[in-house]
């Protein structure tokens, strides 16, 4: 029984010590480019997100195939382009696509990097801004969603979730 006691720690009947915890390293700051405010800056439905994107995202990487909302803007943010796995609807309908899904067509694929057009004039627009567009979520779906990320060629990259009507800043000014 004594030879219990010492191999528990608990000597002379005393409780044994609470373990200490270790603090955890603070997540790394991320610093997002600026550029300077437009004159035409107004967008009533864009809001600025609460947060990043999930931290506890996994690793991007640049040979990676992603098609969610947080994976999808990293990436975009990280390397400047689109993951090899978004075709634009040229290319799908080079395959015999001609709208809705696309897994009869390129299987894996989602549609993106086509050009999007502002013409509602919810985003802020600048001399030499471009922005495009792609699909989220939409990997073996009958249909395309109505959720898109937005992204400019200057940075700025937004999430809509309800076809064009509001937006979601996730990255840039």
């Known amino acids: 029984m ?16 609470k373990p ?7 997540a ?3 610093v997002l480019p600026t550029a ?10 864009v809001t600025k997100a609460a947060k990043t994107p999930k931290q506890e995202a996994p690793a991007i990487r640049e040979d990676g195939a992603y098609t969610g909302k947080d994976e999808v803007a990293l990436y975009l943010h990280t390397f400047g382009h689109l993951p090899d796995n978004f075709i634009t609807k040229a290319q799908a309908r080079d395959l015999g696509w001609t ?9 894996g694929k989602s549609i993106g990097g086509d050009r999007f057009g502002n ?10 801004r471009t922005y495009y567009e792609c699909d989220i979520d939409t ?12 992204f400019s060629n200057d940075g700025l990259i937004y999430y809509t979730d309800d076809h064009y009507e509001s937006f979601e800043l996730l990255y840039g000014e």
């Open 99 to 107: 709208g809705g899904s696309l897994e009869d067509y390129a299987p």
């Open 139 to 150: 990997l073996n779906r009958s249909s395309r969603g109505a959720k898109r990320i937005v």
């Open 119 to 128: 013409f509602e004039g919810l985003l802020p627009e600048k001399r030499g």
């Open 2 to 17: 004594l030879a219990a006691a010492a191999y528990f720690g608990n000597q002379g009947g005393k409780p044994a010590p």
């Open 28 to 30: 790394p700051a991320i």
């Open 20 to 26: 200490t915890q270790v603090p955890q390293p603070a």
């Open 36 to 45: 300077a405010a437009t004159q035409n800056a107004q967008a009533p439905k």
